[in-house]
C-alpha cells in the first residue's frame, strides 16, 4: 500500500500570497487531520476532515482553510501569507478519525514566506 | 480545551543508559495516548500507544505507563542506542468523532555513543 503523499515537498512564497497544499490518505482512509511544526511548538492541529466533512478545526484564523474531495484527498489553503506561517506543514491519514487510532503522517511540506 | 505539557525539552543519555520522558494533560475524559518519534528530515511515526484501560503496554525496549489518576503517562526506552536519537511527542484525545488529538511540545533525545 502506497503511503500518505504530501505535495510539494517545498514551496517559497512571498507576503501576501496564497498557497495550496495536497495530501493524498493511504487508500481506504477517511480521514485526513493537517498539522503546523514549528521549532518549539510542536505539532498544533489545524483541522480534520472525514468523508468530505469538516469535523474539527484548531485556533487557527480563517486565512487556514481545507476541503477534502469523494477520494478522500484533501487540499490546504492558506490566503493572504504571513512571515510567521513559514513551517512543515503535515496531513495524517486513518481509517476512522484522528482521536481514536494510529495516524499515518506524510512527509510534510516545507513552506517558506519571504 | 485538552492540555498536554510535556517534559523534558532536550534529553542527552549514554548508549545503553535508559531514558524518560513525561506528559501530563488536563481533560480526564482522554482516552487515548499514542507516542510518535520523529527522525530528523523523516515524518512522525507512530511507537506505541496506551488506551484509559490499561496501565502499562511494552513493546521490546519500549514501555509506556499511564497513571489515570495523576492524569499523566511516560515513554521509556531501554538500553538506548544511538537510532533512538529523534524528537518524540505525547498525545493525548477522547472518544468522538468531533475530537481532535492534541500534542505535547515535543522532546529531543540525543543517545551519546
Known amino acids: 500500500k502506497a503511503g500518505v503523499t504530501q505535495t510539494p515537498r517545498y514551496l517559497i512564497k512571498t507576503r501576501g500570497q496564497q498557497v495550496t497544499l495536497s495530501c493524498s490518505p493511504i487508500?481506504?482512509?477517511?480521514?485526513v487531520s493537517w498539522y503546523q511544526q514549528t521549532p518549539g511548538q510542536g505539532l498544533q492541529f489545524l483541522f480534520e476532515?472525514?468523508?468530505?466533512?469538516?469535523?474539527n478545526k484548531g485556533n487557527f484564523p480563517g486565512r487556514f482553510s481545507g476541503r477534502q474531495f469523494s477520494n478522500s484527498r484533501s487540499e490546504m489553503n492558506v490566503s493572504t501569507l504571513e512571515l510567521g506561517d513559514s513551517a512543515l506543514y503535515l496531513c495524517?491519514?486513518?481509517?476512522?478519525?484522528?482521536?481514536?487510532?494510529?495516524?499515518?503522517f506524510g512527509s510534510g511540506t516545507q513552506l517558506s514566506v519571504l | 480545551g485538552e492540555n498536554v505539557e510535556q517534559h523534558p525539552s532536550t534529553l542527552s543519555v549514554q548508549e545503553g543508559d535508559s531514558a524518560v520522558i513525561k506528559c501530563t494533560y488536563s481533560?480526564?475524559?482522554?482516552?487515548?495516548f499514542p507516542w510518535y518519534k520523529q527522525e530528523l528530515g523523516k515524518r512522525p511515526q507512530l511507537i506505541i500507544d496506551?488506551?484509559?484501560?490499561?496501565g502499562e503496554k511494552k513493546d521490546q525496549r519500549i514501555a509506556v505507563t499511564l497513571n489515570k489518576t495523576a492524569k499523566h503517562f511516560s515513554l521509556h526506552i531501554t538500553e538506548t542506542q544511538p537510532e533512538d536519537s529523534a524528537v518524540y511527542f505525547c498525545?493525548?484525545?477522547?472518544?468522538?468523532?468531533?475530537?481532535?488529538?492534541?500534542f505535547g511540545i515535543g522532546t529531543k533525545l540525543q543517545v551519546i555513543p
Open positions: 476532515y472525514f468523508s468530505e466533512t469538516q469535523r
Open positions: 496506551i488506551r484509559s484501560n490499561v
Open positions: 498525545a493525548a484525545s477522547k472518544p468522538g468523532g468531533y475530537q481532535k488529538v492534541t
Open positions: 495524517a491519514s486513518s481509517l476512522r478519525g484522528a482521536q481514536d487510532e494510529k495516524l499515518f
Open positions: 481533560d480526564s475524559a482522554s482516552n487515548y
Open positions: 487508500s481506504g482512509h477517511r480521514s
